[in-house]
């Protein structure tokens, strides 16, 4: 190894954070640039980690760094974000003792962000890029719905403009296009960077919908509504099975994509009660798996409880020309409204989703209504390459 790498740090390759790892390395490598990615041992069974190990490049490197079993300080034992502050300075105290490190890339940083105006940076004088995706403080000033706490969001606020101004931070990309607007006019002229990256999914095209439903083995006659990705409470799915299940001429339900416990024991009790039965493929999904589910769908779900950030899920949707059926809150609804994405609910209750399945099966997709300057733009640009030419621009 004798050039200087790039450091990738990601301790967690569950959900969507490995794709975004994969992402990066791709980004680098195809730049030119070699790359080291640094995660737990926990992870040396996943798919990426296997794949890193089998290529055997000298240019794509992996390092299984833990840590501490008992973190020193009472601060770092009771706080999540200077815990992780920890981690991600351990990593780069031993990775960079053995190579040496031209720049960190984290892809995920909202895991210690807030620990920044206390600890400064973990990475020494290393320059280093975040990307944030959990940032939701200002959603209330720029007409985004989201919880009121002001005293919360105004906490996060001082201490989010205290973070970009830490030492080495180069760059801070974000997948929410309101905060680089917020931060233009509220930051100070010393921060760092604040960059708009649009949340990627890979660059498929829609499949002719008769084949891609042939390949899954659904009815061509039946209508199908897709809730895909990481399935877990927060999806909504709870609420949508019990509306489903009082809704006459209920569409056919996929569920698509690796359950938690506890969505699996619900699955398990309820899925008799559905009509028409549902597809349930609780598993990892391969990339010519979901072409076919989105290609197939007649429309995807997204009522989702809790989550104000952004979602790959509307993007795909979007992509495939899918109306969704939305929740009203955070980038999801901010985006299915200025985009006339789909029916929006106000809440969960099953006599609004049936309202708005009912209408999405029946009225969607129509012409749209007059679309906000820049909100089609916007989506337009989720792609992968999208995504490799920003990150590349920070980084050069």
């Given at each position: 190894m004798e050039q200087d790498y790039v450091l990738i740090v990601e301790p967690n390759l569950t959900g969507h954070?490995?794709?975004?790892?994969?992402?990066?390395?791709?980004?680098?490598?195809?730049?030119?640039?070699?790359?080291?990615?640094?995660?737990?041992?926990?992870?040396?069974?996943?798919?990426?980690?296997?794949?890193?190990?089998?290529?055997?490049?000298?240019?794509?490197?992996?390092?299984?760094?833990?840590?501490?079993?008992?973190?020193?300080?009472?601060?770092?034992?009771?706080?999540?974000?200077?815990?992780?502050?920890?981690?991600?300075?351990?990593?780069?105290?031993?990775?960079?003792?053995?190579?040496?490190?031209?720049?960190?890339?984290?892809?995920?940083?909202d895991y210690f962000f807030y620990a920044l105006p206390f600890l400064g940076s973990p990475f020494r004088r290393t320059p280093w890029i975040g990307i944030t995706m959990r940032s939701t403080f200002h959603h209330h000033k720029v007409g985004i719905k989201s919880p009121d706490r002001p005293i919360v969001n105004t906490i996060k606020a001082l201490l989010f403009k205290r973070a970009i101004q830490c030492p080495g931070l180069r760059t801070l990309l974000t997948i929410d296009p309101t905060l680089p607007e917020w931060s233009a006019r509220n930051a100070s002229k010393r921060s760092a960077a604040i960059a708009y990256v649009a949340d990627?999914?890979?660059?498929?095209?829609?499949?002719?919908?008769?084949?891609?439903?042939?390949?899954?083995?659904?009815?061509?006659?039946?209508?199908?509504?897709?809730?895909?990705?990481?399935?877990?409470?927060?999806?909504?799915?709870?609420?949508?099975?019990?509306?489903?299940?009082?809704?006459?001429?209920?569409?056919?339900?996929?569920?698509?994509?690796?359950?938690?416990?506890?969505?699996?024991?619900?699955?398990?009790?309820?899925?008799?009660?559905?009509?028409?039965?549902?597809?349930?493929?609780?598993?990892?999904?391969?990339?010519?798996?979901?072409r076919d589910l989105f290609s197939a769908c007649d429309a995807v779900w997204l009522g989702y409880k809790g989550h104000y950030g952004m979602s790959g899920v509307l993007v795909q949707a979007y992509r495939f020309g899918k109306p969704v059926v939305a929740t009203e809150d955070g980038l999801?609804?901010?985006?299915?409204?200025?985009?006339?994405?789909?029916?929006?609910?106000?809440?969960?209750s099953s006599a609004s989703i049936g309202r708005a399945v009912t209408e999405t099966m029946t009225s969607w997709p129509h012409a749209p209504q007059a679309v906000p300057a820049g909100g089609e733009d916007l989506l337009s640009r989720h792609t992968l390459g999208q995504f490799k030419r920003t990150l590349l621009q920070q980084m050069a």
């Open positions: 954070r490995w794709r975004y790892v994969e992402w990066t390395m791709q980004a680098c490598t195809e730049a030119g640039y070699p790359c080291i990615l640094a995660t737990e041992s926990a992870n040396e069974d996943h798919k990426l980690a296997r794949q890193i190990v089998a290529a055997n490049r000298a240019d794509l490197q992996i390092a299984f760094v833990d840590p501490e079993d008992r973190p020193r300080g009472l601060l770092r034992q009771s706080n999540q974000y200077s815990r992780f502050h920890g981690y991600f300075r351990r990593v780069h105290r031993i990775v960079s003792h053995a190579q040496p490190i031209r720049l960190v890339v984290v892809p995920y940083v990627p999914f890979p660059d498929e095209q829609a499949e002719n919908p008769v084949l891609a439903r042939e390949r899954l083995g659904l009815d061509p006659t039946q209508r199908y509504l897709l809730v895909y990705g990481s399935i877990t409470e927060r999806k909504g799915i709870y609420e949508l099975v019990h509306a489903l299940t009082r809704l006459e001429h209920a569409p056919t339900l996929i569920v698509a994509g690796e359950q938690d416990a506890g969505t699996r024991h619900f699955m398990r009790n309820h899925v008799r009660s559905l009509t028409p039965a549902p597809l349930v493929l609780d598993s990892f999904i391969a990339n010519d798996v979901e999801i609804g901010w985006f299915s409204r200025r985009c006339d994405l789909g029916p929006i609910l106000s809440d969960l």
